[in-house]
């Protein structure tokens, strides 16, 4: 009778958990309305009370997230796959908006005083002198006029907002550093021209095609007199902008469920990470040019190209400071014998990588695209250097905390739909935007594929463009630029309209993209966990095995050079700097190549060239497992491995059998222990010799 | 040739990062010199401006923790051990410090505009009126009166002072919640009647015995004229509170690298930890008390037992809260098959422990306090329902948080040294302080140990009591209680005097225990890694191996109970709770009771009952091990033997092999593969048909 129990108690224990959580969230919703009854205090203790408020917030998201990652499991553990995580955490954001609006009564705070004074100007630290005693106030920005006092529990809605600035420096980093870090990817670099062509042109060509529909529905709206503020074109080519970045971490997620086609994936993924460097400073390159001109609504073209200056200066810039602290990491990490000592490893890789962000922020870069392009170093680099504690450490930490965020935006997401105070829904705008991003995606992918066609070898099929057309969901990214600045009436309507743009792209895109790419491309979405039954079938468009990949000239000469120059220069692997550099360069040469780079000289990474520059046969399948390997390998297993093999890469090594196999005849299981040459001489992890912190 | 470039390299690269690092530094500081002086500009985009200064200033401190880390590293590599790493931390601190306020030199901000007008109270926010357009200001506390202003970079100094609230909220809980989550010891329970008294009567004992030194040596200041202001007994009394607060982060690193008896280091360890719980909710109640009598010159009784009240109701408070997250935790894993996607489970885990916090600080209980047994009760129970993957990853995440904390804590101890504006150093105060915390401790530790030896079996040996008098390091938690509050002049006084106090005890106490324990315990501190030399040469007061442990009946009682039935409800392991219930609760016992409990209901928990009940003969020196494992223990290791010995407590089982052994005779050499049953049949964690995330 005991191995029945387990799915009644299951329930039950829903049934238990369920109420709790939600009498903890009314506990936290009731212990903001106490608090904010209590705000007459007079004294300095207000800033407890105020602390208390914050805590009471907070723990409304933590328990939020609680929420989601049971039901996450729920879905998991029944196969219930409908609908996307990231649109459960939307889905509960939303109730507790609703409820918070709604649902619960809290007393008008009327404690605001308001100062009338002879300023010419809002200093950022005011000094107040109340009686004798001062108070410094510091300045949170400029409140709108008091109209929004018509909205039930203001007070209470502003409170549980947070600063939109929190998006960008702390939620946003980690997940672009996590998607930047899960691109050292073969194929990616294989892929790399058409992900450049559709990371750059297209999301141009996106924006500027979006903008212009955008720019007609304005004037339209304008005509019959829809519009009830200011709204100029460079505001439509901002909302290109914000909306043409795609977001990776859905198209990961959605596309780990599915068994689809590696270039299809390295495309897709690729395209949406650098989607969003390009759109955040396209945004941000557009609101520079904003304030010079004062013919908004004409085309200025000399203003434009002064923008694209800015916009590439800030571009290299960041890319320049992301790649330089990564390089600079690949080389402590190599000279060093931090490897000794894993904890010191891992704690010096997360804080280089978190200095990326905030050196470009104090140059004025843009801390995003930064450490974006630190992630790609720091996997193509300086995960080789790492020990393979850190390895697993640094890939489990920044999972974590991608997940965390990823799903404390989405949940904040659906409770800004009714928190936010300044919406302005406006039914032709929002038609129009549909439209429009409809017409932008489209003018990106079938173009540009077309153009690519031509170079390439291994062709995009039309069902592939179809698939990358329908699965540009707008996610994190999307709403972080659009909740940045919300002051104008021309924010406010994009801010609104995105938001349910992202609402319909996660939940229908997001929820009908395995029934549609089964549809079109013909992967087997028959999830069942067995090896033997999940065989890709090669859509028609697609010769994979016999094709030759695109290897265009640029791209094989920049290969070489990584593969010469800057693997020995920054890691343990490639071949010896003393075979590759010229003859005078000897004693740097010397100087600068690892011991083990004379040892691993061998057949082991000649490998690796092969799966770069050759069709990797049964291996060049291994890459499809990325995202299952992104959402919980058992460390065990790991450790199992990088045990047994030792390439300098046993992330790809891993990931082959750390994963669903794909293409691996199923007449020949992959044993872990026996398919890998016996231990290396180098000392084995458990030597009571090794050094412990 | 090329064997011995290794250290060639190292030291160049040495030299090519530590002004690389310095150049860094340089760059965040005159970028805040910039910004200083771009405040006048007039538009909101100072929030920008504002915004590059955080960078900078955060900046600042990684690149202090990245040269921590490296010199730590360097320290380790060479062997190199008279100072601590948090010493080193803090001495780079004091650099920083020195360069900011005497090395660089700021152009001083005279933005802030002073308003007068006539409110009688100091409002959360303030709306400011500037022609026409309202800017909101919030409250950031009180200013003392402007004569600071003959310190030099006062406004770039200002600004590289955190808020004290960032300690309590951010820094300390990790620390926390990490020293409970390592308590989980069958020592720490073996001792726990000693360590309740060291942790309650001792604490008690100790700050007032400090309380009553200082208050002798206040009213000699105001004798001789030396006293600057008001000084009262409750200002001694919470003087006494927050240096009574032991480190057991410093306790830990220190006893980790030096081979001392596990019994000490259990008392050690576990008094730190409880210390602090007891020190922190001391001083609250102690500020609660203050505002109360106007005679805060005599004793008041009463209002001493009111604030007794307070104390043990914030206490109970904490801990049930704490305990009640960790229960609840422990069943949501037992009962849903979360362990199947260690992901879930991880973030599940940690958002769960981050709630307690912020649970106890929305109840105006103590977050820090609640952490701490939410940390000891995930420990004891909820880490045994957790997937192998879920185990590393949370220890491992718990453990870089913590090291990033700690040494984030005394790198800015170091820095405010020279950037807080407010010190008042006094040295009869100082002297008086030395001799009171001197004086506290040794009436907190010899007498009560004589009491304890009069009902322990297990004496506490005079040497011993000399190591635990001479090892309570004042740490992170008094500097952030001092820091906490620091308006009056009381408290500036007892600022500057702690920030003193820990620095003596972390250089010259940290750096002098590594000898000091040789000399009096005999402890065998030449460390060289090899298994065969480390064997402990037992002080003559203990006879370890023969004597019966601390074991009275309340413990033996709360033992019983805990085994019998909170094991077993809360987790897969012990008896099943069928057997332990009374007949009439056989259907809820069934439903309650996992299938694992059956099948493990075996010898293989008898094991367990022996070790903690019994003489665990050489299983008992295992514990030793802890901090071993927590700095850096492979996970490729704790994988491989998860796999091999599925107790249901591999952390216990992983620390006897993953540590240094100190009493296995050396011609029994365990080997991991062997000394263990074969994995049981529950499937493996290779096995294809488990569920992925």
Not at 670 to 689: E, R, V, W
Request: glycine residues 6%; contains cysteine; aromatic residues 12%.
């Amino acid at each position: 009778s005991f191995v029945a129990f387990s799915p009644v108690v299951n329930r039950s224990l829903w049934a238990f958990m369920l109420p709790h959580l939600l009498c903890l969230m009314c506990f936290a919703v009731i212990s903001l309305a106490e608090n904010t009854e209590m705000v007459n205090v007079v004294t300095e203790r207000k800033a407890e009370e105020s602390h208390r408020q914050d805590s009471a917030n907070l723990l409304i998201f933590i328990m939020l997230l609680t929420l989601t990652i049971l039901t996450i499991w729920l879905f998991k553990h029944r196969r219930f796959r409908f609908l996307h995580e990231t649109g459960l955490a939307m889905i509960y954001g939303l109730f507790v908006g609703i409820i918070l609006r709604f649902g619960v009564h809290f007393p008008q705070d009327l404690n605001d005083v308001t100062l009338t004074c002879a300023m010419n100007s809002s200093p950022t630290t005011v000094l107040v002198n109340v009686s004798g005693r001062f108070y410094e106030y510091s300045l949170k920005g400029e409140v709108r006029d008091s109209k929004g006092h018509d909205v039930p529990n203001a007070e209470m809605l502003r409170k549980v907002t947070f600063d939109p600035e929190v998006f960008f420096n702390i939620l946003l980093p980690p997940i672009i550093f996590h998607a930047g870090y899960s691109l050292k990817r073969r194929h990616f670099f294989r892929n790399l021209g058409s992900i450049l062509s559709y990371a750059f042109v297209g999301t141009l060509t996106s924006c500027f095609v979006t903008g212009l529909v955008m720019y007609g529905c304005v004037v339209f709206m304008k005509v019959i007199g829809q519009l009830g503020g200011d709204f100029f074109f460079t505001d439509c080519l901002f909302f290109g902008a914000i909306v043409s970045a795609t977001d990776p971490v859905t198209v990961l997620a959605i596309f780990n469920e599915l068994k689809v086609d590696v270039d299809l994936y390295a495309l897709m993924f690729g395209e949406s990470v650098l989607n969003d460097a390009v759109a955040i400073i396209l945004s941000s390159s557009i609101v520079a040019y904003q304030p010079e001109g004062d013919n908004r609504h004409t085309f200025d073209g000399s203003a434009l190209l002064k923008s694209l200056g800015v916009f590439l200066g800030v571009f290299s810039g960041s890319f320049a400071m992301g790649a330089a602290t990564g390089v600079m990491t690949a080389l402590v990490t190599k000279f060093t014998k931090l490897r000794d000592f894993p904890l010191l490893e891992t704690a010096l890789f997360f804080l280089m990588s978190w200095s990326t962000f905030l050196l470009a922020e104090a140059c004025s870069f843009t801390g995003v695209v930064a450490v974006l392009f630190c992630g790609i170093t720091q996997a193509h680099y300086t995960y080789n250097n790492l020990s393979a504690e850190s390895k697993s450490r640094s890939k489990q930490l920044f999972e974590l905390l991608d997940f965390l965020a990823e799903n404390f935006i989405f949940s904040y997401m659906g409770l800004t739909l009714f928190s936010f105070q300044h919406h302005v829904f406006n039914p032709f705008f929002i038609i129009g935007a549909f439209l429009a991003i409809f017409l932008g995606r489209a003018a990106n992918i079938y173009p540009l594929s077309f153009l690519l066609n031509l170079g390439r070898k291994n062709k995009i099929a039309s069902n592939f463009q179809h698939v990358m057309m329908f699965s540009g969901l707008r996610g994190a990214m999307t709403f972080a630029l659009s909740i940045r600045d919300t002051a104008t009436y021309a924010r406010q309507l994009m801010f609104s309209t995105t938001l349910l743009i992202v609402f319909f792209t996660v939940w229908v895109c997001g929820g009908g993209t395995t029934p549609m790419l089964s549809l079109i491309v013909g992967v087997d979405t028959d999830q069942d966990n067995s090896v033997s039954s999940t065989h890709v079938t090669a859509p028609d468009g697609m010769t994979q095995r016999n094709t030759k990949h695109e290897s265009a000239w640029p791209f094989r000469l920049w290969y070489t050079f990584d593969h010469n120059y800057l693997k020995p220069f920054l890691t343990h692997s490639g071949p010896p700097l003393t075979s590759t550099l010229p003859a005078c360069c000897g004693p740097i040469a010397r100087c600068l190549t690892s011991s083990q780079a004379y040892e691993n000289a061998g057949q082991l990474h000649d490998e690796d060239t092969e799966l770069i520059l050759n069709d990797g046969s049964s291996l060049m399948y291994s890459d499809m497992t990325v995202s299952t390997d992104a959402h919980g390998m058992p460390t065990s297993q790991a450790g199992l491995y990088s045990l047994a093999g030792t390439s300098d890469d046993p992330l790809d090594r891993e990931i082959v059998f750390g994963g669903t196999r794909l293409v691996l005849p199923t007449d020949e299981p992959p044993d872990p222990l026996t398919s890998f040459p016996p231990p290396p001489p180098s000392p084995p992890l458990s030597d009571p010799l090794r050094h412990r912190v």
